[in-house]
């Protein structure tokens, strides 16, 4: 029989070590030791988006529970930094790492609210009453204070009195599309915090 070495004694006695333990905690090791932790996005849903903070738009991977069934809610329990996204390719920074805690966020806005003139409370409104009534305000304002011509006589088609900041987790074809209607507007003030 060869000679055993140090560091095989110490293997052999530190596995029957942890064998025995188990077993005098009532745990049958074999049973134990098969057990494979369950991977936790198994079951769950990607969805592919941007984050919504910064200039950089990196992208990002949104896992949900929920089987998209009528009235069945998803809920969003883990984001990640989409490895195949040009920008980041899988990295994301802090704020972006906490995106998570953003989305679940007690304070978060989810529907349109309107404060009236003079009051100090805001009320809720449907997104229709919303879209009519920032469609109404544009129209007035932009007829109020539209400017054709400039002190010279050129032709400027220029509207100074609105301005516009739209969202970043929008494509390039969306942020395109949304570039163009403001410019045809006559909207000089118009930015986007992810410039996409
Ligand atoms: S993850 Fe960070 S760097 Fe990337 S877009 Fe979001 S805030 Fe900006």
Not at 9 to 37: D, N, Y
Not at 49 to 65: K, R
Not at 78 to 104: Q, Y
Not at 184 to 194: C, T
Request: glycine share 8%.
């Amino acid at each position: 029989m060869s000679e055993m070495t140090r560091r095989q004694f110490l293997k052999i006695t530190g596995t029957t070590l942890v064998g025995s333990s188990l077993a005098l905690m009532g745990f049958s090791p074999g049973v134990a030791l098969a057990e494979v932790r369950e991977y936790k996005l198994t079951r769950a849903t990607e969805t592919r988006n941007t984050c919504p903070y910064c200039s950089v738009a990196c992208g990002i991977l949104m896992y949900s529970l929920g089987d998209r069934a009528k009235n069945a809610q998803s809920n969003i329990f883990h984001i990640e930094g989409d490895p195949d996204h040009p920008v980041n390719r899988g990295t994301l920074c802090p704020k972006g790492a906490g995106l998570v805690d953003f989305i679940h966020s007690e304070s978060r806005l989810k529907v349109p609210e309107y404060r009236a003139p003079g009051s100090d409370k805001w009320q809720r409104i449907s997104w229709n009453d919303a879209l009519d009534r920032i469609a109404k305000l544009m129209k007035a304002d932009r007829d109020a204070n539209f400017v054709a011509k400039n002190a010279d006589g050129l032709t400027v088609n220029r509207w100074l009195t609105t301005g516009m900041l739209a969202a970043s987790a929008s494509s390039n074809e969306v942020g395109y599309l949304t570039h163009k209607v403001a410019r045809s507007l006559g909207l000089l003030a118009f930015d986007n915090q992810a410039r996409v």
